[in-house]
């Protein structure tokens, strides 16, 4: 080998002794970056020739395995709505309390029921009295701070979902960015900018479920799991429409016009935005687990606490109205609707003949006719039909809306105004088709004496102090309540109203009557509870009392973070044997590579000595021919 052919393959070998040390570096730099840790190559080919001394060279391109990656990307969705519903979880169960803690919802409750306990031993007592008092307050005053904190939380997921629909449009922007890169560079080496897309799709699987196709050129199409496109030749837009001040009333509708929520919505270029919540297109990601948390988790943790508050102001203020039998024909019963306000129910109870069937029907006064008709789903009762009739200004009004009712739900039986707010409920007569076995009026005692035991302690309103009747005018009176209950002001300036519930006669100050029926009408009365809170069912609702049912609240979020982190833990169980299994197909040996470097820099020690005895040769060589 003549002298010049020596130094050539010594600078040769110095050259690609650089590349490679150049490719070692970035697989090392990319094995300890966060994201994936692809190999940006591997060894490969020999230099032919003698060309240069124990020096190997890497083909820059990527060892890939696209359907595990498209595992990964699908198990980073889940885990990332397993997150956040871990994590809100954490936090409702925190607020509600443990079964045996001081500070829950259903401590607050029994310390309210030992205040009547108390009051019903010593009733003339004027501490006892402000104790109880001070009970119903501290009741009302963490049910409305409890309710502000389910909708803080709320709000919270409409600041998530609007910066995490601007992080799925960044994550669009990169991966469109990389795309024009690798398709502008294809024969040249990729795995770099291959690299670097991952990791924004990564992202953005994070964010929401997708599905990606490869094109021409290296480029990658982004799909919705639904197939909505998001990425082709250019990104799409996503936008969400924050609503900063949404309430307990606030929620999602398909009709924009209704809805009073953000969506996410998406545009492709000057077409109609499409809504991805409405059909449920995101399942999966941050978005879907923020999602869940403001539409369903969070309204039913209100509801829950909407459920009691009304539980406990109906509770303690309901007061039935007995009626008189009409011996007939055609027979059946008056009720006095003298008591009975929008909200308010009459109880029906009749046979259909022939057959023997007994059915039960729920009638609700209404105010407002644009809210009819009602859902049977009004009550929590299993089986019973809801009527909703418009008050229309009288009982005679009532009366003949309330006919017309019953013969649109197909119920013959015929309804009267004889006299004053006298209510007649009969059956049909010749017709033999019916029997009214009974019927009764469930109304809302407003006053603090002359209407029995009862006593509306709480009301609807710490200002506007209005009669909690359950109203279904507009939006329903007990959503949101639980923000809004507060103690009666009109017991709270009389703490003897505690005691004292008729006039004529007078009641002794010493009467245990009316705290013993409070009593009573918070622990010991079963009433069904609704179903729409998460416990029980439409056909079998539970019942039992006040007490029990705030327990039962307390257990289920307890259960319900117990299922949440149990999922979160096996999911990433999961995402870690995927990661595994992704660094052990394409990853990225440390040791490996650190020994490569070493054979590197001997090869690079040797190609140097060829160059310095060239060198030295020459120089001699020179010398001589002097």
């Not at 990656?69 to 889940?78: N, T, V």
């Not at 709480?458 to 209005?466: E, K, L, M, S, T």
């Not at 039962?552 to 990661?579: H, I, P, Y």
Request: hydrophobic share 40%; aromatic share 4%.
């Amino acid at each position: 080998m003549s002298l010049s052919n020596a130094l050539n393959a010594a600078v040769s070998g110095l050259k690609a002794n650089q590349a490679a040390v150049d490719l070692a570096s970035r697989n090392i730099a990319n094995a300890t970056t966060p994201g994936y840790t692809r190999k940006v190559g591997s060894q490969t080919n020999l230099i032919a020739g003698g060309e240069g001394i124990g020096v190997s060279v890497r083909a820059a391109v990527r060892e890939v395995d696209n359907y595990l990656f498209g595992q990964l990307q699908r198990s980073s969705g889940i885990t990332s709505k397993l997150d956040v519903r871990s994590e809100f979880l954490t936090r409702v169960d925190q607020m509600f309390g443990t079964p045996d803690s001081e500070t829950s919802v259903a401590a607050y409750i029994n310390r309210l029921g030992t205040a009547f306990q108390d009051l019903a031993t010593t009733p003339e007592s004027t501490v006892t009295r402000e104790a109880t008092l001070a009970a119903a307050e501290e009741m009302s005053v963490e049910l409305n701070r409890m309710s502000d904190e389910i909708q803080q939380m709320r709000r919270e997921t409409e600041r998530r979902l609007n910066d995490a629909v601007s992080r799925a449009n960044g994550a669009l922007e990169k991966i469109h960015d990389l795309n024009l890169k690798i398709s502008a560079n294809q024969g040249g080496s990729i795995a770099d900018l291959q690299d670097e897309r991952d990791v924004a799709l990564r992202e953005l699987a994070s964010l929401m479920d997708i599905r990606t196709v490869e094109r021409e050129g290296g480029r990658l199409s982004v799909f919705t799991t639904g197939g909505n496109l998001l990425l082709d030749t250019q990104p799409a837009k996503l936008s969400f429409d924050e609503h900063p001040t949404l309430s307990a009333s606030s929620f999602y509708n398909s009709d924009p016009a209704l809805r009073e929520v953000g969506t996410v919505t998406l545009q492709i270029g000057g077409s109609a935005p499409i809504d991805l919540l409405r059909d449920g297109t995101i399942r999966q990601g941050e978005i879907a687990g923020l999602v869940e948390m403001r539409d369903t988790t969070l309204v039913e943790a209100q509801a829950q606490l909407d459920e009691i508050a009304h539980a406990l102001a109906k509770s303690l203020s309901e007061t039935t109205i007995t009626s008189a039998a009409v011996a007939g024909p055609p027979a059946g019963f008056d009720v006095d609707l003298a008591g009975l306000q929008n909200g308010d129910q009459i109880n029906l109870t009749y046979t259909q003949t022939p057959g023997g069937t007994q059915r039960q029907v729920t009638i609700i006064r209404v105010d407002d006719p644009a809210t009819l008709p009602l859902s049977n789903t009004v009550t929590p009762n299993a089986g019973d039909t809801v009527v909703g009739v418009a008050w229309g200004g009288s009982a005679g009004a009532f009366a003949t809306n309330l006919d017309a009712a019953l013969a649109a739900a197909s119920i013959n039986i015929d309804t009267s105004n004889p006299a004053g707010t006298t209510l007649r409920i009969v059956d049909d007569g010749v017709g033999a088709t019916t029997d009214v076995d009974a019927v009764t009026a469930t109304v809302t005692a407003t006053g603090l004496t002359g209407q029995g035991t009862g006593l509306p302690l709480f009301v609807d309103g710490i200002n506007a102090q209005a009669a909690y009747t359950a109203s279904q005018d507009g939006v329903t009176q007990k959503v949101g309540f639980a923000s809004r209950i507060a103690v009666n002001a009109s017991v709270a300036a009389d703490p003897s109203s505690l005691v004292v519930y008729s006039t004529s006669p007078a009641t002794d100050a010493g009467d245990p009557a009316r705290p013993t029926d409070l009593l009573e009408r918070l622990t010991g009365t079963s009433r069904a509870f609704d179903p729409a809170t998460g416990i029980g069912g439409t056909g079998q609702p539970f019942e039992g009392g006040v007490d029990e049912f705030a327990r039962r609240v307390v257990s289920f979020q307890a259960n319900e973070l117990v299922l949440a982190n149990r999922a979160l833990d096996s999911q990433q169980v999961v995402q870690l044997g995927l990661e595994e299994k992704v660094q052990n197909t394409t990853g990225v040996s440390i040791d490996d590579e650190m020994a490569q470097l070493l054979l590197l820099q001997n090869a690079y020690a040797a190609n140097a000595r060829v160059m310095s005895a060239v060198q030295d040769m020459m120089s001699l060589l020179t010398s001589i021919l002097r």
